[in-house]
């Protein structure tokens, strides 16, 4: 049977014990002793160093004795011996301690970062099941400095919030997106330099966004809409027709979700709304 964990030993010194004679066959300085050093293994990786041990072997008669069995003048000889010329343990045997802790400060880093991850966006843990954030991860990677005039909507925005921004934000580096889909109207705004402004003067970006949208008088054809302005690292202002997040810093960019629809529901709740229905 194989153990994955337990505890091995290895060869540390070999000496000679001068000065001794062998209890069993009367040899003058016949003995070796040898040195072996303990330690704790798991996976044959040496975790923890622990005791030596020594056994010594009779040349002559090859008789061999554990410490315990030791005389006295062996005792004194060996004594002699660490004293001279110590048995240390190899470096290796510790090895698995510093990898130890190498890998519990990595995990230890990993999770302060995941909690440092969900402290900043709340809803992280649904973000994998939810196919929505597809689409609007895909959306918030087609943001554009270039805005093309025949994008007549975002060109008219852009045009209307350079005009209306007049502190010190470059607005020619501010990137837009924008989509309309049946009544609703996506914008997508990225404002990298962000930090120049106060974070509670920021929701104030928002105000100029929709007072333009008002200016463009579109009422006819938008019932809804869904705003975000992102800095240079996450989503800092998010305002829909059902919720806003507007505190400046880290807004929460699923809200803007609804925007492609209803989220698709599982199982349960739809043989529910199914079997109603045939009712
Ligand atoms: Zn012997």
Not at 62 to 81: D, G, H, V
Request: aromatic fraction near 12%; proline fraction near 3%.
């Amino acid at each position: 049977m194989i153990f994955f964990f337990g505890i091995r030993a290895t060869k540390v010194k070999e000496r000679k014990l001068k000065r001794t004679a062998c209890p069993n066959c009367q040899t003058q300085d016949s003995f070796t002793v040898s040195t072996f050093s303990k330690y704790f293994h798991f996976f044959w990786i040496p975790i923890i160093p622990l005791f030596k041990t020594h056994v010594a072997e009779c040349s002559n008669c090859k008789k061999t004795y554990s410490k315990a069995q030791f005389t006295p003048k062996m005792l004194k000889s060996l004594e002699n011996e660490n004293r001279i010329d110590p048995a240390k343990r190899p470096l290796w045997q510790g090895c698995g301690c510093i990898l130890l802790v190498v890998v519990f400060a990595v995990l230890f880093g990993l999770s302060m970062y995941g909690v440092y991850m969900r402290a900043n966006n709340p809803q992280a843990g649904i973000e994998e099941v939810d196919d929505r954030r597809q689409f609007l991860d895909a959306d918030m990677g087609k943001m554009t400095k270039a805005v093309q005039q025949k994008d007549t909507l975002t060109f008219a925005l852009k045009s209307c919030v350079d005009y209306d921004i007049v502190d010190g934000l470059d607005t020619e580096n501010f990137e837009y997106f924008t989509q309309l889909k049946e009544d609703k109207l996506l914008i997508l705004m990225k404002v990298s330099d962000i930090k120049k402004i106060e974070t509670k003067y920021r929701k104030e970006l928002i105000d100029v966004i929709e007072d333009c949208l008002y200016a463009m008088d579109r009422d006819d054809l938008i019932k809804e809409t869904y705003i975000a302005v992102e800095g240079k690292w996450n989503t800092i202002l998010v305002k829909t027709p059902f919720n806003e997040d507007l505190g400046g810093r880290f807004a929460n960019k699923n809200l803007l979700l609804p925007f492609y629809g209803t989220r698709d529901t599982t199982s349960t709740t739809t043989n529910v709304k199914d079997s109603l229905m045939v009712e």
